[in-house]
């Protein structure tokens, strides 16, 4: 009996029973849908090796990702008024913010950082699409323009990623007020002759395409992010013509004079680093070029001067009258 239940039996269910497996051990690419090994595809920077589709990167890995060392401080927001509007539809607005709030860990859709990146201090303000797909609200606003003033006070580029659906409409009219004021925080940021640097991920539309995303000095796409203020679908119905092949994809923006960048997610670092450098580099004052005096314009356009009609009224005396 012992035997039976000791060894045969365990020998049975190891053939018949299946392990236990973790299900997010493989993840499927959304493009070519090839399987991707989870170590591979952090490896990667969750770009597939197969087509090279940038998949949604989370932004507390991306902040790691920028900083030197991986080393970064985040600024405290001020927290605002939670629901405005007593909004509510299949839920309530509050109920909403808590959800986001438990499983991203954070109060809102953007987060401020700062830090050293290539050795000079820098400013990211970087939107969590993870968190009621990045919509922009009066929280965002607030951020972004906290993040335009700590880049003016420590003298810094300011870095912006975006990554949103577009305003909140839970918040109604105060979610579009937010457009204005984001652009606003922008123009500190330029009015102190910093540079002004704009990352846009996938995807980004609505109302925040429409203000501070494409505001950038240097506006910079990772490849294949949508980009756009109203959908595809949207646009094809209301003027009842097809789209073109790739319409609103980061290379056909770049094709079109609308973005200055494509830039691959391992590049990135690197890519905002240099810019950085050449947007902040001290150059040396050209030599000073004096002007011509209007005295001297006079002399050019009149050769005749004092001296010269003196030297004719000399010569007139010395010449030997005609007899």
């Known amino acids: 009996m012992n035997w039976l239940t000791n060894y045969v039996r365990p020998k049975i269910r190891a053939l018949v029973e299946k392990n236990d497996v973790p299900d997010n051990l493989w993840h499927q690419c959304p493009s070519c849908e090839q399987m991707i090994f989870h170590r591979e595809l ?20 991306r902040l790691e990702l920028l900083f030197d060392d991986g080393e970064y401080q985040t600024v405290e927001l001020p927290k605002l008024t939670a629901d405005p509007l007593k909004f509510r539809d299949r839920k309530r607005y509050t109920d909403r913010l808590k959800e986001s709030r438990a499983s991203t860990g954070e109060e809102d859709a953007m987060i401020v950082a700062h830090g050293e990146m290539g050795g000079r201090n820098v400013v990211v303000a970087i939107m969590n699409f993870a968190f009621m797909g990045g919509s922009m609200g009066l929280a965002l606003g607030k951020a972004l323009l906290t993040a335009a003033r700590l880049a003016v006070l420590q003298e810094a580029p300011l870095i912006c990623f975006t990554s949103s659906g577009g305003a909140r409409m839970q918040e109604g009219i105060l979610s579009l007020m937010q457009m204005p004021r984001t ?18 991920t996938d995807p980004t539309t609505g109302g925040v395409t429409a203000s501070f995303a494409m505001l950038g000095d240097i506006a910079i796409a990772e490849p294949g992010a949508v980009i756009g203020f109203a959908g595809a679908r949207v646009i094809e119905e209301t003027i009842r013509e097809k789209l073109p092949e790739g319409f ?4 056909y923006l770049l094709e ?65 009258a005609a007899e």
């Open 248 to 251: 609103q994809r980061a290379e």
């Open 183 to 200: 652009i606003i925080a922008v123009d500190e940021v330029k009015e102190a002759h910093l540079p002004y640097i704009t990352v846009l």
């Open 42 to 61: 952090e490896a990667s920077l969750r770009v597939c090796g197969h087509c090279g589709h940038h998949m949604r990167l989370p932004a507390k890995e």
């Open 256 to 320: 079109h004079g609308m973005i200055d960048r494509v830039v691959h997610r391992r590049q990135l670092r690197d890519e905002l680093i240099r810019i950085s450098n050449l947007l902040l580099e001290s150059r040396a004052a050209a030599d000073v070029v004096p002007l011509i005096s209007d005295s001297s314009k006079k002399n050019k356009k009149n050769p005749e001067t004092p001296e010269a009609s003196n030297d004719k009224e000399s010569g007139s005396e010395e010449r030997p």
